[in-house]
T-cell receptor, first 113, second 120 residues
Framework: QKEVEQDPGPLSVPEGAIVSLNCTYS??????FMWYRQYSRKGPELLMY????GNKEDGRFTAQVDKSSKYISLFIRDSQPSDSATYLC?????????????FGTGTRLTIIP | EPEVTQTPSHQVTQMGQEVILRCVPI?????FYWYRQILGQKVEFLVS????????KSEIFDDQFSVERPDGSNFTLKIRSTKLEDSAMYFC??????????????????FGPGTRLTVL
């Protein structure tokens, strides 16, 4: 079983729709969860950062973590064409500086105008 | 807003040649990392670096790889004898982390734009 699993998509939705992106993981030591956005041939850009279970909201973005199910989600409300990108989930067992991030494969999202 | 920069954006080299990929982390950050992403695959951790030494390295980071912080601003990844399978995007990242952990610390890793390495 892969440590972090993410549906690679591609996922296409019309502008204005609510987008739901998900990852599952197997390592129960993971406590810190991140979502990165990556445009084509660019570096990952941090979108959301959460600790343990619960929700976090930032503008049109909401991150959810359910540690009991080992499942994390990113919701995008009122999706825009500029949201078209690959979304990567990443996680770590601590936020100590030397802790590596373990990434999912990324979900490629296209918002259709 | 401060950002991680990387040079060159694209490096083409012949198999067996040495390459050096360069990164300038965000200035007050303390931890530095290299990751790679083979085309179509996930981002993979290579190495973390703190206080002028390697903190952790992955199985990928074998003897052909080395990292260095030659001055107060640059952070480099050297691949001694490149192989075809080293072709990938290489990302540098940095983290302001003060060296402690815990739920109140929200420091995490900020990535550069990457260097595309093509080995022929």
């Amino acid at each position: 079983q892969k440590e972090v699993e993410q549906d690679p998509g591609p996922l296409s939705v019309p502008e204005g729709a609510i987008v739901s992106l998900n990852c599952t993981y197997s390592n129960s030591a993971f406590q810190y969860f991140m979502w990165y956005r990556q445009y084509s041939r660019k570096g990952p850009e941090l979108l959301m950062y959460t600790y343990s279970s619960g929700n976090k909201e930032d503008g049109r973005f909401t991150a959810q973590v359910d540690k009991s199910s080992k499942y994390i989600s990113l919701f995008i409300r009122d999706s825009q064409p500029s949201d078209s990108a690959t979304y990567l989930c990443a996680m770590s067992s601590s936020n100590f500086g030397n802790e590596k991030l373990t990434f999912g494969t990324g979900t490629r999202l296209t918002i259709i105008p | 807003e401060p950002e991680v920069t990387q040079t060159p954006s694209h490096q083409v080299t012949q198999m067996g040649q040495e390459v050096i990929l360069r990164c300038v982390p965000i200035s007050n950050h303390l931890y530095f990392y290299w990751y790679r992403q083979i085309l179509g695959q996930k981002v993979e951790f290579l190495v973390s670096f703190y206080n002028n030494e390697i903190s952790e390295k992955s199985e990928i980071f074998d003897d052909q790889f080395s990292v260095e912080r030659p001055d107060g601003s640059n952070f480099t990844l050297k691949i001694r004898s490149t192989k075809l399978e080293d072709s990938a995007m290489y990302f540098c990242a940095s983290n302001p982390n003060s060296g402690t952990s815990g739920r109140l610390h929200t420091d995490t890793q900020y990535f550069g734009p990457g260097t595309r390495l093509t080995v022929l």
